[in-house]
């Protein structure tokens, strides 16, 4: 999936929380959940995030594979974890709600996810990254932040 498809789907899912729970800090709350929306990415040298952190991003990628253990749920707990003890249980949910918006959206293309990392259980659908679908996607997020913030 395109990073604006992740980054939009996060946005969109983390207002949707922050409103339904009624979070005090909003925009906080949306900036962690669009940050961990994107962040799984890092674990690959040619996607936008790996690009900005390249010597960090290549050595991921060649250490532990794209789409191996940056996109599980286990590091999204581990970070779940931190967030609440660092910045109290608000911001590790939006730690989860990122996360899962990356791994589920992935879990639609051919190559998949395994969220369950190191189990080789894995989750494919049929989708391609920077296909018509994925724009559409991406068109269809933007709108639905639109309409939930009017
Ligand atoms: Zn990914």
């Known amino acids: ?7 939009m789907f996060g946005i969109l899912l983390s207002i949707f929380f922050a409103k339904a729970f009624a979070v005090e800090h909003i ?3 949306v900036l962690v959940g669009a940050f961990f929306a994107i962040f799984p990415d890092i674990d690959f040298h040619k996607s936008k ?3 900005k952190t390249k010597p960090f ?3 991921i990628n060649f250490f532990l594979g794209h789409r191996g253990l940056i996109h599980s749920l286990l590091l999204a707990f581990a970070f779940f974890l931190l967030f609440v003890v ?3 249980e608000t911001y590790g949910a939006a730690v989860l ?13 051919k190559k998949g996810t395994r969220p369950l990392w190191p189990l080789t259980t894995r989750l494919s659908g049929i989708l391609k990254g920077n296909s018509i679908i994925d724009y559409f996607l991406f ?3 933007l ?3 639109i309409l939930i913030l009017i």
């Open 57 to 59: 991003s290549w050595m």
């Open 97 to 109: 709600i990122g996360y899962f918006s990356h791994i589920f959206l992935d879990s639609f293309t």
């Open 49 to 51: 995030i790996g690009q």
């Open 143 to 145: 709108v639905g932040v």
């Open 1 to 7: 999936m395109m990073f604006k498809t992740h980054l």
């Open 86 to 88: 660092l910045f109290g």
């Open 27 to 29: 925009f906080l709350f």
């Open 139 to 141: 068109f269809l997020f």
